[in-house]
């Protein structure tokens, strides 16, 4: 049997589970928060007055905080991006209705984009409401971002992808939380409290997407070792890594973007290599037995990236002045 083969037939068989990974992960749409519920009350008589509060402490934050957040916001924005990459992948079909011929995979995925919706949904009033930000560059750059799309390097594999999935929800936990922090300490509880309940989704989506890899490490380890080795010895991209502003070309926007959040310590390169250690222990990569020659010495080389990582990072250098991107102007702030 072909290794395709063998991934659909896994992919298949956690299919059974669906049910359960939606009841435990995900939160129906009357229980969840929406945007609206952090926001100002539009149809409220203190609308107005609570807009003029908002935009008043938003006059504390610094200029690498707001290059942040829009990079974040940007990021959540390209979702569409993301749940066509996703349907994509093998064993998941269009379909979400088994009795239409569909499967349960679908669903989870439909699911799974509605939750991540509401990021960019919240992010994007809350700029928006600022006056701190130049929304209209902002929205070019989410257009740019959507129609250039983006390679993670995973292709059809679910293995990879679920490997990419399990980092990047973790990623994203650790700077939306790092951002409500930083907030915090300026003084600007609501935006904090968004954040923070951003932050809250992603680490339960972060559970879900390591719990696929663990089952599938049940039932195919050397395959799913494998998998893991090829995403971390080609490094785990961004999503947004193909970002560029209005007029460019894709270009080094993300890595300035990345070197604005690097100094405000909301992600950094210790970051990553402590979210690879984490994986490694979460799916007990030491323990786990019946792996092939070649499986085995993948599980070697993962056990020892993380200390090859830390010695990499300690001489990365973050440039000291922060580069001036078109979404936040200086003289606004």
Known sequence: ?????????????????????????????????QPTDFLPN???ENFFEEVKELREIAKELPYDFWVTLVGD?????ALPTYESW???????DQVDQVENGGNGWARWVKQWTGEENRHGDLLNKYLYLSGR???REIEMTTQHLINDGFDIGTGRDPYKNFVYTSFQELATYVSHNRVSQIAKN???????KMCKM???DEMRHHHAYSEFVNRIFQVDPSEMMLAFQYMMKQKIVMPAHFLRESGQKISSAFEQFSDSAQRIGVYTATDYVEILQKLIDKWEIDKISNLTDEAEKAREYLMKLPARMARISERIVIPKESHIFKWVEPARL
């Open 42 to 44: 539009s149809q409220g």
């Open 86 to 92: 996703l349907m994509d992948v093998e064993g998941v």
């Open 198 to 200: 951003i932050a809250g």
């Open 133 to 135: 930000v130049n929304m």
């Open 1 to 33: 049997m072909s290794i395709k083969n063998i991934r659909l037939e896994v992919m298949q068989f956690l299919e059974k589970n669906v049910e359960s990974f939606v009841e435990q992960y995900l939160i129906p749409v009357e229980k969840i928060w």
């Open 73 to 77: 916001t940007i990021t959540e924005e």
């Open 186 to 192: 300026f003084g600007d509880k609501k935006l904090s």
